[in-house]
């Protein structure tokens, strides 16, 4: 007698079974793990802008010192753009001119 391809025999229905209680566990497992990963990088980007932010208070009267030296030098941002090798090429003498 040929058994109906379409129909699972009850060996089969258990260790199809066992099988997928097997494979959810795992998955529920490597979630689980996934989560706390998800943690750990949610705790390491608030550390990160942390230190962003207080290094960022730290070069703030540095930058200010810069731009009261940059203000006090005529002409310093065409000099800078007509020497830098790309931005040096695009502008034209009108451009200069502005």
Do not use: C
């Not at 009850?10 to 998955?27: C, H």
């Not at 802008?49 to 207080?54: M, R, S, W």
């Not at 703030?60 to 005529?74: A, C, F, G, L």
């Amino acid at each position: 007698m040929v058994a109906d391809k379409g129909k699972k025999t009850k060996v089969e229905e258990e260790n199809t079974e066992q099988i997928d209680s097997e494979l959810v566990l795992s998955i529920e497992k490597l979630q689980e793990i996934q989560d706390e990963l998800e943690k750990i990088n949610e705790e390491a980007s608030d550390k990160v802008l942390e230190v962003e932010q207080k290094y960022s208070e730290v070069r703030k009267p540095v930058y200010d010192k810069r731009n009261d030296i940059i203000k006090s030098i005529p002409d310093f941002w065409l000099t800078a753009f007509i020497s830098h090798p790309a931005l040096g090429e695009l502008l034209s003498e009108e451009d200069q001119k502005v």
